[in-house]
């Protein structure tokens, strides 16, 4: 599985940002089978859970610290996962990914066997 992040950006503290991941792979990939995260990673620090959905997109979590800012969704049409990121604070900085696993939702790192390359997001005035 191809996933392609996209959407980053600076903003200012209390704005707002979409993110979006694109996938795509082998003939007769089904997008629909496979449970989707978003992770982040600030300088210096481990890589984080933001958000994850399942293959439906029935199920959602969202980490404490983005809870009621952050929302995950997506458009298995599309083969897109989405994060709508709002009244975004400067510890929300760092480099945001997207995660692909077969099956149902999981909230392991190391369950995600696809990534993409990041996309930056830095909150800043």
């Known amino acids: 599985v191809q996933l392609v992040e996209s959407g980053g950006g600076l903003v200012q503290p209390g704005g707002s940002l979409r993110l979006s991941c694109a996938a795509s792979?082998?003939?007769?990939?089904?997008?629909?089978?496979?449970?989707m995260t978003w992770y982040r990673q600030a300088p210096g620090k481990e890589r984080e859970l933001v958000a994850a959905?399942?293959?439906?997109?029935?199920?959602?979590n969202h980490a404490d610290s983005v809870k009621g800012r952050f929302t995950i969704s997506r458009d298995n049409a599309k083969k897109k996962v989405y994060l709508q990121m709002n009244s975004l604070k400067p510890e929300d900085t760092a480099v945001y990914y997207c995660?692909?696993?077969?099956?149902?939702?999981?909230?392991?790192?190391?369950?995600?066997?696809?990534w993409g390359q990041g996309t930056q997001v830095t909150v800043s005035s």
């Open positions: 995660g692909a696993k077969l099956g149902r939702i999981g909230f392991v790192r190391d369950e995600y066997k696809s």
């Open positions: 959905i399942s293959s439906s997109g029935g199920s959602t």
């Open positions: 792979g082998f003939s007769g990939f089904t997008f629909s089978s496979y449970a």
